[in-house]
């Protein structure tokens, strides 16, 4: 019986095990941290073998394959004893999908793949469809692939969950947009970086689709040097495209083979203008689909918005507190704070990532009135924008963060949690934080 270890006993790791289970594999996860309750429910219900707190290398060093969850780098010392005996490291999602027959609409991107795929998700939804959501939001794909009969799954695909995938074949990819990211994990090199970003291509023929940011540059750059056999259908707010969509006017446009379908931009339920990008993106997926138009344009003006992202949470005393925890880099901070109206108290900080701030500066001097520094180490916030921005504050707690903020914030401001940086330094995930965040405003 071939052997399967599992590393990581979260929600990627627990469900790859609970597939690998269902399929008759002899089945062990070992994870170096501790297992959430939730977690080990799951594994002692499913009755398969695991550790916690510890790797045993005899319990590891004797699998067949090794699935490895998305957070645990390529340099950890147990994955690179696995890789030295020559065993294969394979991703969740390349194992669940040697097992689904389901059509895939994968996306990927630095900034925006979760909405686009909430919208996506959305709109077949309403168009009454069998459809299923995961990847790297709500329920591990390889435990719906277990457990559910799903006739289309629509993905969200980080770059850490398409590093190790394969053979794995999206029928619909899309590229939402290529910003610096990440790059402690990929050697400090965008090249590394984006490569991982294309793989969601990969194994695409001509019967597939490539939805892709026309007006993003490191996409466009790197479009020609990669082999893409799929349809290309493009997005843009700059020209208009024979195939994919764009902006005339007023009103978004898409056109999919002989088909077109138009929609007022003030229709739409996501403002800004990447959310523009995100609704166009969705609406080339529905034509594909053969979604009718009506149905379209009800799902692109009754979405409502994601968790954690530019979510409005309440006005107090006039002043709007906006949580954007998911905001974990350069450009998702750029987003929030181009979108602002109001002058901004701007909380920001965490674990840095190599992130470059001097894109936000000019932002920041026009929009930004106060900077709370929301980290263990603030030093190179405070070097980028002591000279743009009038008051910096540190603290270590959302508490403190949002206390601090209703002190300084006048009638009329917003109070924007958009950190640029990873949670990892004071909690446990973004969710985490943006939650302890919306709390604290709750209780002011």
């Known amino acids: 019986m071939k052997r399967i270890v599992v590393l990581g006993g979260g929600e990627s790791g627990v469900g790859a095990a609970v597939l690998a289970k ?59 004893k696995i890789a030295a005996r020559g065993i294969g490291i394979i991703s969740e999602i390349e194992f669940a999908g040697r097992y689904d027959r389901a059509k895939k609409i ?101 019967e597939d689709c490539f939805i892709f940011c026309s007006d993003d540059e490191i996409t466009i750059n790197h479009l020609n040097k990669i082999v893409i056999r799929a349809k ?19 009103r978004m446009i898409v056109r999919y083979n002989d088909s077109e379908c138009d929609m007022f931009l003030q229709e739409l339920a996501l403002g800004g203008r990447h959310n523009v990008y995100n609704s166009m993106a969705a609406a080339i997926a ?31 005393g006039d002043v709007l507190y906006i ?9 998702a901070a750029w987003y929030a704070l181009e979108c602002q109206t109001r002058p901004v108290v701007w909380i920001v900080g965490g674990t840095d990532k190599g992130n470059d701030y001097a894109p936000l500066v000019p932002l920041a001097e026009e929009k930004v009135k106060a900077i709370i520094c929301l980290g263990v180490d603030n030093r190179k916030i405070h070097e980028a924008f002591s000279k743009a921005v009038p008051e910096m504050y540190d603290v270590t707690s959302a508490e403190d963060a949002v206390k601090t903020a209703h002190r ?21 995930n973004y969710e985490d934080r943006g939650r302890q965040f919306k709390e604290a405003v709750r209780n002011l």
Not at 29 to 51: H, Q, R
Not at 52 to 64: F, K, M, R
Not at 150 to 178: P, R
Request: glycine letters at 6%; a negative charge.
């Open 22 to 80: 269902v399929k008759g594999f002899d089945v062990f996860l070992s994870d170096k941290g501790k297992i959430a309750g939730k977690y080990a429910e799951e594994l002692e219900k499913w009755n398969i073998p695991y550790e916690s707190g510890q790797h045993t290398e005899e319990l590891i060093l004797n699998a067949d394959e090794v699935i490895k969850s998305p957070g645990i780098p390529s340099t950890a010392p147990m994955v690179e």
């Open 106 to 206: 994968c996306i990927t991107g630095s900034n925006g793949k979760t909405t686009t795929t909430s919208l996506i998700y959305y709109l077949l939804k309403n168009a009454g469809l069998n459809v299923g959501l995961g990847g790297n939001i709500g329920k591990s794909y390889a435990l719906q692939v277990a457990t559910e009969n799903y006739d289309i799954y629509v993905l969200e695909l980080s770059s850490f969950q398409l590093d190790n995938m394969y053979d794995f074949k999206a029928d619909i990819a899309i590229i939402t947009n290529i910003t610096p990211d990440h790059l402690d994990r990929y050697d400090h090199k965008l090249e590394n970086y984006v490569k991982a970003k294309f793989r969601i291509t990969q194994n695409m023929d001509s």
């Open 232 to 250: 290309k259908l493009p997005f843009t707010q700059k020209t208009e495209v024979a195939q994919g969509a764009f902006v005339r006017d007023d």
């Open 286 to 316: 529905g034509k594909i689909m053969d979604i009718d138009n009506d149905t379209i344009r009800e799902a692109l003006s009754s979405f409502q918005p994601v968790e954690h992202r530019l979510e409005k949470v309440l006005s107090i």
């Open 323 to 331: 949580n954007d925890s998911k905001a974990t880099n350069v450009d």
């Open 408 to 428: 300084i914030a006048a009638a009329g401001d917003v109070v924007l949690l958009s950190p640029c940086c990873a949670s990892f330094d004071l909690f446990k």
